[in-house]
């Protein structure tokens, strides 16, 4: 075994680039008060990738609004976001505007709508560079484009710059996207399912392209996801939602070989593997409850094999192993192995 000396403290864990304590999100509508998200809290750290992973409706994108101050006006926030020490919740837009896109920046699901259909892919990358580069040379701020386009793997650059959103595929439109996103060499891209409305040839094109991009510029990666498949490969640890509350966080081995809570047990027996052939995948039963249903307690007791009585407080994250936790508890009762 590699020993290690006592090398000191600060090195070991240096600041979090992102530190998100206490996050609520709570959705004010005509039928009451959403809850989207429920206590949340992470560190990122630089050049990190860490993958937030739920179902549809967990709250993944009440987070990433949240983050960057992007939450319609209807939603209510609380908690922390602290980006390299300095709170993002009480700046006002104008700062807000200078950190967002600069220092953290923002890919989409949906290319089509965020491009604008009106400019060709080269002027929106150009304008998005000179947004904080104002002294750039309009040649300059197009050789920019072009240089982008080409880094994100889209062939004849040169060209593609000149044609409008609509002349490119789905996934080039992606890959403009993402362009967009690094082009001022951001210190955290958050990615809200980026590949969801890709194929999945495309989808494992598009993810490759993120980490390619991440070795060049060192940028932390938030890739946020319904699909726990595709965060295998790319993560460097995973955080858990379920009813916009975190069930387990871990990095991504032990994520997936020991997993301690039953909800990411559920999604794992939910993947396709190869060696289980073509056998019907164990789905969870059941749908996550609406925001109106939760359950007091766990959130995840009406679907869990192992609730009971004790699952009627909320649970607190436990300690199961080297920086990994879970909400559960029967965390330590059950048995580690993957599904
Ligand atoms: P995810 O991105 O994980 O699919 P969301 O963050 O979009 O989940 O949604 C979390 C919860 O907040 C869901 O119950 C959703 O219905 C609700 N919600 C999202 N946006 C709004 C909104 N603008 N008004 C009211 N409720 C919303
Ligand atoms: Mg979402």
Redesign the pocket.
């Known amino acids: 075994m590699k020993t290690v000396g006592p090398g000191p403290r600060a090195e070991e864990t240096p600041e979090p680039l992102l530190s998100v304590r206490n996050l609520c999100v709570t959705?004010r509508?005509d039928s009451g008060s959403?809850p989207?998200?429920d206590q949340l809290s992470f560190d990122l750290h630089a050049g990190e990738t860490l993958s937030i992973v739920?179902e549809?409706?967990?709250?993944?994108?009440?987070?990433s609004l949240a983050m960057m101050g992007l939450l319609?006006p209807?939603?209510v926030v609380e908690g922390s976001v602290r980006f390299r020490g300095r709170e993002l919740l009480d700046l006002s837009d104008k700062k807000l505007r200078e950190v967002r896109g600069k220092r953290i920046a923002m890919v989409f699901q949906d290319a089509l709508a965020a491009l604008n259909p009106m400019m060709t892919v080269g002027a929106q990358l150009a304008e998005a560079v000179s947004v904080h580069d104002s002294s750039a040379s309009r040649a300059a701020l197009r050789e920019r484009a072009v240089e982008l386009l080409d880094l994100v793997g889209i062939p004849s650059p040169r060209s593609r710059s000149d044609q409008y959103p609509h002349e490119l595929s789905g996934g080039m439109r992606q890959r403009v996207m993402i362009a967009s996103g690094i082009a001022n060499e951001p210190d955290i891209l958050i990615a809200d399912e980026p590949t969801t409305a890709l194929d999945v040839t495309v989808q494992a094109q598009i993810l490759d392209v993120l980490m390619r991009i991440q070795d060049r510029t060192k940028s932390a990666i938030l890739l946020i996801t319904?699909d726990l498949g595709v965060v295998a490969g790319l993560a460097d640890r995973v955080l858990v939602?379920y009813c916009?509350r975190k069930m387990e966080e871990a990095p991504v081995e032990p994520l997936f070989y020991e997993p301690a809570h039953p909800y990411t047990r559920g999604l794992l027996a939910a993947l396709p593997r190869i060696d289980r052939g073509t056998r019907r995948l164990a789905q969870i039963a059941g749908q996550p409850p609406?925001?109106g249903e939760r359950p007091g307690g766990c959130p995840f007791q009406t679907r869990c094999p192992h609730a009971d009585e004790r699952c009627d407080v909320i649970p607190r994250p436990v300690r199961v192993g080297e920086n990994h936790t879970a909400a559960c508890v029967h965390a330590h009762e059950i048995e580690r192995v993957t599904p």
């Open positions: 959705y509508t959403v989207a998200l739920g549809s409706g967990s709250g993944k994108s009440a987070a319609p209807n939603a319904h939602l916009g609406s925001p």
